[in-house]
């Protein structure tokens, strides 16, 4: 009797996990939410002056893009390295990677908790040139004088907080696949038949809006093509368009569509 007391038990427990675990993280999720309502007009006071692309969107888009740096902000560690921190600061990085991923399911870069915040250019490993960013296994590091260029569009087609986030982006979905997005990952190969002819031209001289740096190796490519996709999308559209559409495809976002219907809704 008891064994069969158990035995039920253990099978009703077994029939229960999958739901009762989408109804812990239904709590938890609702739990988030009340948490950013709160502080919803803080985050908007700190994005709306530095981001044209969330000024952009529409009230319920913007909730969303609020409500997802909030989550992204609060899963991260920031470290600041020989530079001043703010309260702004991580809001505004973690804004950054939400804008990438924004058409996207999974948008939590989630093997990376440690985001290292330096001041300028540094060195990194054996390089000579100087870094504005890079990410490796230990986290993703940005320096904070050509990240805020980069949001203020100081810099013509760069971006290095979007350029550092697109190589987080292809990390977790391709190298450590902690956080597969389903349709990022499958169209992630039809972007590749359109990058991959342009970025072998590159290597035999061919010259394009994109800039040798993204010659250098397709990882380079991938992130330099996603800061022009944001940054410049009217000429990167006009000079490559089948990369432009293989990458709204990809994100499934398009930036030019975004200004549009905020020039028709204005
Ligand atoms: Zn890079």
Redesign the pocket.
Known sequence: MEILLILSIVIGIIILHQPFTEWINKVRVKAQYQKFLSQETWYHSVVAPHFRYYNRLSLADQRKFLFRTFLFHKAKRFHYIEVTQSAEMPILISAVAVQLTFGLDKFMLNYFRDIFVLKDDYHYGFYSRPFQ???DHSGIYLSWDNFVKGIHGLTANCNVGL??M??ALTYVNFITQTEEDKHFKKEFKNFSKVARPIFEDMQQGGKNILGD?AG?NY??FW??SVELFFENPIRMRHELPTLYNALSRLLKQDPIVVVNNHKLAA
């Open positions: 960013g890079h990410v350029h550092e697109g190589h740096y250098t990882h380079e992130a330099v």
